[in-house]
Structures are given as C-alpha cells and as structure tokens.
C-alpha cells in the first residue's frame, strides 16, 4: 500500500474552535471590561440553562463546573451517603465510581451488555440489596443503555434513576432526548463533546423541582441565591463562568448541523464495515433509536494491531477504558469480592475508537474507512 | 497608578461605586491577554493544557513554591491538598471560627471534620491558644487562614502543631503576595492554597485555584485527584485520560482560557499590591479616629517578619447595617465579611454551637464592613467612600 497523501489524522482535533476564534477572543474582552463585571453564574448562565431546558423540554437545567460535578452534585441532593450502595457500569469513565465513593457511599459494579456496552438491566437487578439508593447507567460511546429496562426497573424496586448522559447530548430513544429518562441527567461540556466548549464545565438535567433547587444551592456553597454568605448546607463549588456560557449560546445555533455532520460520518463508518463483522471486527449499526454520535468505538481481537496499523497510516485512534473499572487500582478495594465482569473485560481487551468529530473532511473520513478495511484484508477471518 | 473609571451614570445621580472592577486593567492587560489566548487556541486543548503548565511555572517562580499545581477553585484546591497531606475519614482539623465558608466545607467535603475554635481579639488570625485548647485525640491537622490583609500568627500556631504532632496546612487563598520570614504564604506546612475568583489580589475571568506545596509527594497526589486519580502525565498530554485510575479523584481542571488572563495579570502584581497599598493608607488616614469607626486594619501592624497586602480593606464599625445601607443609598457598594461565624452557619448546626462560644469571631462578624479597594479605583472614589462614611457618623464631612 502507498504512503497515504494526508497527514496524520488526529484523534483529540486541536481545530474544534477554529471558526470561532474571533467570536472566542470578543467575549473574552466584553466579559472583562463590561459594566456589569460578572463573571460566574451572571445572565449569560442563566440564559444557556433555559437554552438548554427548553431543547429538550425538561423541567430545569442547572450548569455547574463539569460533568462530573454534575455527579456528584446530583449524588449530594439525593443525600446519598455512607452506608449507600450505587449499582454502577464495570465499564466507563472513572467519575462513574469515583464521585460514589466520594459521596461516602459504595459503587457496586454491573456487567455490561456485550453489545451495546452499557450497563446490563438484568445484572444490575440482581445487585439490588435493602442498601442500593441509586441506579446509575451510562450511555458510552454512541450507544444509549436501556434505559426503558432501567426506568421499569427503579419504578419497580424504589430507587433512584440517575442517567448519565455526560457525553450523550443529542441522543433520544422513543422519542426522549438523554438525559430525561433519569430522575436527573446530565451533559458535559468538555471540548471533544458532542457539545464541547473550550474549558471545562456541564449540567444537570431534571424534571424535579426539587432537585434542581438542591443542586442549584449545592452548586454554590450552600448558599440560597439571596443571602450571600449563609451557607445552609455543605456545598461545593462548582459554578458556570460567563464566557463560557456566552461561548456556548454563540454555538447552540450550530449545534444540529454538528451533530448531524457527526451522524454522517459515523453512518458511512457503519456501511464501510458491516461486512467487516465476518472478518471479526464488529461496528456500530447505520443509526438507529437510542444512537448518538460521540466516540465511535469497534471491537476487534487485534485492538493493539489495528492501533499500530492505523499509526502507520497516519490515523491516531484511541483506546477509551483499556480496563473495566472494578479493575481500575483505585476501585479494586471497592469491588464486590469475587465478583467478575467478563462482558466488561472483553470489551476492555477489544475497544478502539476512531476519530469522529465535525471538521474531519470526507477525504480524511475516507481515508480511515480505507485503512481499517485494509486491516482486515490482513487479520480477517480470525475471529 | 490611577486608572480612569469606566463605568457611567446617570446624570444628577453620583456616580456609582462598585465593590469590585477591573474593566479598565483588563483592558490595558488585552494585548497580552489576546496573545495568550491565539497561543491556547493554536494548541487546541482548553482545560490542564500548555497554558495551564505555563501558569504553573510563572507562579512557582512568582512564589518560590517547589510545587504548583492549577485547579479550577480555590476550594477544590482546599479539598485536594487536605486529602494529599494525608487526612482520613473522620480525622479533625482545626479551624478559625471567623472565615469564608470553604475553610470548614473543604475539610468535610474531603472526609474530615472541622473543629473551630476562636480568632484572636484584633487581626482575625487563628488565636495558637484557642487552637491548643481544641486538640483531641483525634486531631490530625490545623488549618491556619490568612484573611484580609494579613498572615495568621503562623509561629504561635507551628509551635502547637509541633507540640501535638499535627500537620500544617494553610488556607492561603486569599494571600498571594503574603510572606512571613521571606517565605510565601502557603509554604511554611504542608501546602497552601491560592484563589483566583476574579476579585482576589490575582483574580481570572471565572473561578480558578491553585495548590503550592514545597513537598514533592504532596504535589504529585493532587494532580492525581485533580484528573480523575490518573496517574502518569496528564498536563498538556490529551491520551493521559486513558491512564490508570490510581486513587478515587475529582475533575478539578483548570481552564487555559483562566491561565491566559492569570498570566497577563500575574505582569502586574506586584505594581497591583503596591497600588492596592496606597489605597489602604488613603482610607485609614481619613478613617482613623472617625467616631462610629471602631478599627481601622492599618491600625494593627503587620505580625512580625511578614507583610501586608491589601486584598479585602475590612473595617470595624458601629450601626453596621445602617451604615451599609446609607453607603448604598449613595450608590457606593459595600460587603460583610462575614455576616455569621462558621460555627453559626445553619450548614454547621449539627455540631451543636451557640451564640457565645467564640467572642471574637462573633464580635468580629457583627461589626466587619468591607469598603470597595481594588487597583482600579481612584482616589477621589476612596475620598467620597470617607466622605459618605463620616457624614453618616457626624451628619458632616470632615
């Protein structure tokens, strides 16, 4: 195979904002010399929180400082706390069980669907103990967990739903956007999101009044919005600053087209390796309910050869969660004893994630598609 | 330097004082700021990225810490620093009763329990005595603030640590510039802290933070925690999210956009203190022996071996509500710092405190009213503060 005409595609795209770095640079300088002189939680949140309720007719949005914060903060007004069991996915990002154990409660590990990647409903129920408070399923990747499984689920045994949907902003499944299916959600906010910003930060989606009052003093140390410096419960801080909220309401405008140039990219990937499945690397369906285009990840016995492969090609994949996360240092001393999670582990031996984000042009898109085919010619027929 | 205000008014109203304003600063800062901003941009990663390490560097250089880390607030940087100085579930930490709220919420958020005892009587620093008297069994730390303008009584205070074998960690947040024995605040224990909420003596464009510590494995913890636990390289390096979860962390980045605006200001911080001190000097020279006007803080002088850096004038005075009201009434804003003790906070009932256990800190929180001092403020504001301020007292300017 010749040399591709192209130069190395990146996985983490450093040219996200590219188009707006004017638009960047001036709200940058209008927050810092307006007359107003605010800075965090001013108007411009409150006016991307609405946004953002009403795009998804959800009851309230409150941002916060990321979405793990949203975790925990979320967590927090559930008053979830020691003695607490939070039955949470094997496989996914550290937040998931860190902001439990943060919360003085303990995660409890379900194994995943081996096909979808998120939690499995049926594992999950047989972790239920007098203990468990919480729920906690997330959507990885591109694909939404079950979440009509998982909200029969609650209802049934009487615990809390939380959806997270960190890295899901523009899914839906029957009709209901991510993030709604819980009795609080979230999005993060972090650059490479479907909805990414250039800084850190997120939000909490929720229908309950409530909680979103809750989260909305704990966001900002306890204090109610009217007095300042009384503190009437432990709160964190994790607020919202204004540049990048103004930042974020330049951007919803675009953010359809972007998730539809996302929808595109990732549906060609899908036809250009259906059938690849006979040859042993299995993709994403084309589309579908419950699909949103973050990661787009295949699983492939021959992960770290396909990884060289593309490299040596000029395409930068990555591999998310190359453990499960009873597996992880940190959560080991958590985990249930003798417990095992062989959907988790698998996927933790066979995922690799391609690059998939807005700027990709057709020619890059193209030439990832060619060399992952190309791969197969070679490792094929080995599953 | 004087800069002019930017803001305008209506006429025939006086013009409006605000408690805090850097818009004509940002603005002469906009040159650097703008060429720190291109520099994030063209690296392409917004959070714990180049510009973030850089910030690292100019305020270790700045400080004489070893370490420094930048974390998205001063609270979070609380929270990291006391699990890394190593605090364990149910360990107590004393703390003043006089504070901002994340001196006590960050040692229950990172699994500890607060103890407060009493500030000294004048200069609102942790009193060593009251500290002593505080020590259990279970006592692991103390947790000395530097609040206002001035250090806390951080000999007094080493002596009880070294005596009960407890651990230093200082609440520095507000001390940037503060230095004890030629030693920055924050560097004489296990760590210290620095904010960078906008209105701080170095104050970003939203929330920011950051830890010093002269102690490797200290620094190396927290940025750990500040990324999820992940060990390995993280800072300015995007495929370290995939790294080993070693410890159970938080996300605590911080944000380039922030290290860009810290950076440009960080170039004049220290001509920003000095202005800050020439205002300081202007308000007490007027203020002082103003009847109604209880203390003024030029009136204690700086603890022995260390400075003083005006971040928050506080003011001691009498009728305080009223005299806030009359000051706002006037269009000049004012804040109370703070108007309950800590241990008064609802958020602190369950400890089971009442009005009367700590004197000072009450008597200090019934009487504090801070007056607008920041580098863009003219004088003639700092003179219609002192104008309006005496009328009030004496029906009368002087």
Known sequence: MTAPSITTIPFFSPELFERDRDVLL????????????????????????????????????????????????????????????VVVPAFGCAPLAATVIDAGARP???????????????????????????????HMFSVMADMPAFRELADRRGVRLIEDSALAQGGTLRGRPAGRWGDAGLYSFVQVKTFGMPGEGGVVITDDDRLAADVRMLRNHGQDGVRRFVHHRIGHNSRFDEVMAAFQLHRLAGLEDRLARRAEISAYYSRRFAPLAERGLIAPPEGGDGRFHYVYTVLTDHRDALDAHLAAHGVTAHVYYPRPLPAQPAFAPYAQPGGTWPNAESAARRTISLPLYPNLTDAQVEHIADTVCAFTDVHGGTR | MQKTPSATHSPGAPVPIPFFDQAASFQDHWEGI???????????????????????????????????????????????????????????????????IATASSVVLAGGIPVFADIEEHGHGLDPRAADAAVTARTRMIMPVHLFDRMADLRGL?????????????????????????VHAGLHGAGGVLSFFPAKTLGGIGDGGAVLTGDESVAETVRMLCHHGRGGRTLDNFPGISNPTVVPGRNSKMDDVQAAVLQAKLTTLDADIGRRAELAERYDARLRGVPGVRDVPGSLPPRRGSNRVSYVHLLQVEDRDALAAHLAAQGIETEIYYPIPLHLQPCFAHLGHRPGDFPHAEAACAAALAVPLYPDLPDEHVDRVCDELERFYTGRPR
């Open chain 2, 34 to 100: 703008r060429k720190h901003l291109d520099d994030v941009l063209d690296n392409g990663k917004f959070s714990h990225g180049a510009k973030v390490a850089e910030l690292e560097d100019r305020l270790a250089d700045w400080t004489g810490a070893r370490h420094v880390v930048a974390v998205n607030s001063g609270t979070d940087a609380l929270i990291l620093l006391l699990r890394a100085a190593g605090l364990e579930p149910g360990d107590e930490v004393i703390v003043p009763a006089h504070s901002f």
């Open chain 2, 158 to 182: 080493g002596a009880v640590a070294r005596r009960h074998g407890l651990t230093v960690v200082e609440d520095s947040a507000e001390a940037i510039g503060m230095r004890m024995d030629g």
């Open chain 1, 108 to 138: 409890v590990f379900a194994d995943i669907d081996p096909v979808r990647l998120t939690a499995d409903p049926a594992a999950a129920e047989s972790l239920i103990t007098p203990r468990t408070r919480v729920l906690m399923p997330a």
């Open chain 1, 26 to 85: 001036g709200i940058v300088h209008a927050v810092g010399t307006g007359r107003d002189q605010k800075f965090i939680l001013g108007e411009r949140t409150a006016r991307l929180e609405r946004a953002l309720a009403a795009r998804i007719g959800a009851g309230d949005a409150v941002a916060c400082s990321s979405g793990t914060s949203a975790l925990t903060l979320i967590l927090a007004a559930m008053d979830v706390g020691p003695g607490d069991e």
